[in-house]
T-cell receptor
């Protein structure tokens, strides 16, 4: 049981390049989300999905696109990389059970540097 | 919207000292509350959670009690170890944060021998 798998672990981009961060989960969780972590700012939500075909914006969506064609996969696309997007990116999958109990599993992160 | 506020860090303690990291939240409804830990160079690990008022989450000697009357979820440990040095994040889910987590800014804890 792999949990949440993120690839790549490290990436260096030039300003203006595009790329896709991959995220896959094998736990059949309904929800998936992308966060970025910057020093002193905790984790901020970029985009999230409550099921296949359904996505919504989080706190810092600009410059990023997502899609959710399957329950398992939730890729994050950087359209035109900027130095401000240098960060560590975490993908998470989660579930909600009767009674309001949530469970979250995080990937190991992607460290992105934009030069 | 929902928000989480953690005490400012960094926190520096000697081994075997008592630890408190304050966390308060603003949310509608009845959110679930979490503490996550991030060790240097690693991802986030769930430390403990509580899903309703007066629940106490506990793990590895850490405890936190869901206090709805004070909207708080303070993290405590009676005797810290060097290996507890990490960044600690308070977070909530539910309320208006359906399906996603709202994080505090994180507190860096350093424990010296």
């Amino acid at each position: 049981n792999a949990g949440v798998t993120q690839t790549p672990k490290f990436q260096v981009l030039k300003t203006g390049q595009s790329m896709t961060l991959q995220c896959a989960q094998d736990m059949n969780h309904e929800y998936m989300s992308w966060y970025r972590q910057d020093p002193g700012m905790g984790l901020r939500l970029i985009h999230y999905s409550v099921g296949a075909g359904i996505t919504d914006q989080g706190e810092v969506p600009n410059g990023y696109n997502v899609s959710r064609s399957t329950t398992e996969d939730f890729p994050l696309r950087l359209l035109s990389a900027a130095p401000s997007q240098t960060s560590v990116y975490f993908c998470a999958s989660s579930y909600l059970r009767t009674g309001g109990s949530y469970g979250y599993t995080f990937g190991s992160g992607t460290r992105l540097t934009v030069v | 919207g929902d928000s989480v506020t953690q005490m400012e860090g960094p926190v520096t303690l000697s081994e075997e000292a008592f630890l408190t990291i304050n966390c308060t939240y603003t949310a509608t409804g009845y959110p679930s509350l979490f503490w996550y830990v991030q060790y240097p160079g690693e991802g986030l690990q769930l430390l403990l959670k509580a899903t309703k008022a007066d629940d106490k989450g506990s793990n590895k000697g850490f405890e936190a009690t869901y206090r709805k009357e004070t909207t708080s979820f303070h993290l405590e440990k009676g005797s810290v170890q060097v290996s507890d040095s990490a960044v600690y994040f308070c977070a909530l889910a539910g309320g208006t944060s359906y399906g996603k987590l709202t994080f505090g800014q994180g507190t860096i804890l350093t424990v010296h021998p």
